[in-house]
């Protein structure tokens, strides 16, 4: 059973605008929430992260928002650029567990 | 050498071969992970050191056999593998739980 669901498989954003990524989770256990992003042939790398004490989190490009309530996180990339065209997952975690529950991941593709 | 390294990047085998998987973290943590990842999947997490200890297996076929020697080296010893083991395998590290994981760039493992 998939606890965190990224319900668009793929974006296409021209460079410049904005491009925003939705992730929504099923286990309101979870307290810490986290987004990736990754290249082909390559592992992925952390991107910014928020605690559910917090419902924004912004770090340079990237703006994370929490709504607890409707167990909805969502990514804002702007502007977005050539270099953000990757598969970016959103992941959640529960402070005292080990295991990240992972997203199956939203491609995205900015257009020049 | 710096973040997480994991060798070999690729790999092919027959289903009689017995081989392993190396990952070493120089970031100074303390847990350690294994993490499949096959084809429009979610990542899957198979094994988790904490302090040299296994503290989280989850229900991997015994094909796989992890081995943490020390905080900073992890293996995955694979023998008779399946053609539906072909995944990227990736190998993580974090400072304790519930928070951000350091992935490494993965092993591509095909198995014929």
């Known amino acids: 059973d998939q606890q965190v669901k990224q319900n668009s498989p793929s974006l296409s954003v021209q460079e410049g605008r904005i491009s925003i990524l939705n992730c929504d989770y099923t286990n309101s256990m979870f307290d810490y929430f986290l987004w990736y992003k990754k290249y082909p042939a390559e592992g992925p790398t952390f991107l910014i992260s928020?605690?559910?004490?917090?419902d924004k989190n912004e770090d340079g490009r990237f703006t994370v928002f929490l709504n607890k309530s409707a167990k909805h996180l969502s990514l804002h990339i702007v502007p977005s650029q050539p270099g953000d065209s990757a598969v970016y997952f959103c992941?959640?975690?529960?402070?005292?567990?080990?295991?990240?529950?992972f997203g199956a991941g939203t491609t995205v593709t900015v257009r020049a | 050498e710096t973040g997480v390294t994991q060798t070999p990047r690729h790999l092919v085998m027959g289903m009689t071969n017995k081989k392993s998987l190396k990952c070493e973290q120089h970031l100074g943590h303390n847990a350690m992970y294994w993490y499949k990842q096959s084809a429009k999947k979610p990542l899957e997490l198979m094994f988790v050191?904490?302090?040299?200890?296994?503290?989280e297996n989850n229900s991997v076929p015994s094909r796989f056999s992890p081995e943490c020697p020390n905080s900073s080296h992890l293996f995955l010893h694979l023998h008779t593998l399946q053609p539906e083991d072909s995944a990227l395998y990736l190998c993580?590290?974090?400072?304790?739980?519930?928070?951000?994981?350091?992935f490494g760039p993965g092993t591509r493992l095909t198995v014929t």
């Open positions: 993580a590290s974090s400072q304790g739980q519930g928070r951000e994981q350091y």
């Open positions: 050191y904490s302090l040299e200890e296994r503290v």
């Open positions: 992941a959640a975690t529960i402070s005292n567990d080990y295991k990240l529950s």
């Open positions: 928020i605690s559910s004490i917090k």
